[in-house]
């Protein structure tokens, strides 16, 4: 076994730049955050909940708990998002890609490893806040986060992925909170940015 690279990234900073304030200060409607110029938009975020609360709600008695356990859920997957636009800026700097195939073959390993692709799913769901259609873009950023690891150490993606963050120059609609750039943080975000585990020992915490 290798290990992988888990994320658990929070990240946010209300920056100066005019694209989410109009002169009145308020943000513009319709749109989550602007990420290297880029809306992403409120309902492009609302759906990625929708999927998660779907997926909660099917889990039957389990599904009041999951709910409850996500109260801020809007935030987290804004979060996540962020974060995965954050790790394809570093991969573009640093000339780092994937493939299909790396996706798929990282998808059957975490599945292996959790005796099964239904007990993977549940895992990421419980642990992530993941819908099983957001699975694909995890694992993206899994393979990424290994090779980035690869090429500048175990612990040491911090100030690559803070400069990535401020090359984005990421700004959030202040309803979702504000983003730390030093801490790479969105809100109240109480994970670090990069934590390392063993697959499959626990389940990425933050996606």
């Known amino acids: 076994m290798h290990r992988r690279t888990a994320l658990s990234v929070s990240t946010a900073l209300l920056l100066a730049a005019p694209l989410l304030s109009a002169c009145s200060g308020q943000a513009r409607p319709g749109t989550a955050a602007v990420v290297g110029g880029e809306r992403i938009t409120t309902s492009a975020l609302q759906a990625q909940v929708n999927d998660v609360r779907a997926a909660q709600n099917r889990t039957g008695q389990a599904a009041a708990e999951l709910i409850a356990s996500t109260p801020n859920l809007e935030r987290q997957k804004l979060d996540s998002m962020l974060q995965s636009h954050i790790i394809d800026r570093m991969a573009k700097t640093a000339g780092i890609s994937v493939s299909a195939k790396e996706i798929e073959d990282e998808r059957k390993a975490y599945v292996e490893e959790n005796q099964g692709a239904e007990q993977f ?23 990424l986060l290994t090779k980035l690891t690869a090429k500048y150490g175990n612990g040491k993606l911090e100030e690559p992925a803070r400069t990535a963050a401020k090359a984005l120059r990421i700004e959030v609609n202040p309803r979702y909170g504000s983003f730390d750039v030093q801490q790479i943080k969105l809100g109240a975000g109480e994970t670090p940015w990069i934590t390392q585990r063993t697959r499959p020992e626990q389940a990425p915490a933050g996606a």
Do not use: I, N, S, W
């Open 121 to 143: 799913e549940a895992l990421l769901l419980q642990k992530g806040a993941m819908a099983p259609g957001q699975v694909d873009r995890f694992l993206r950023d899994r393979v």
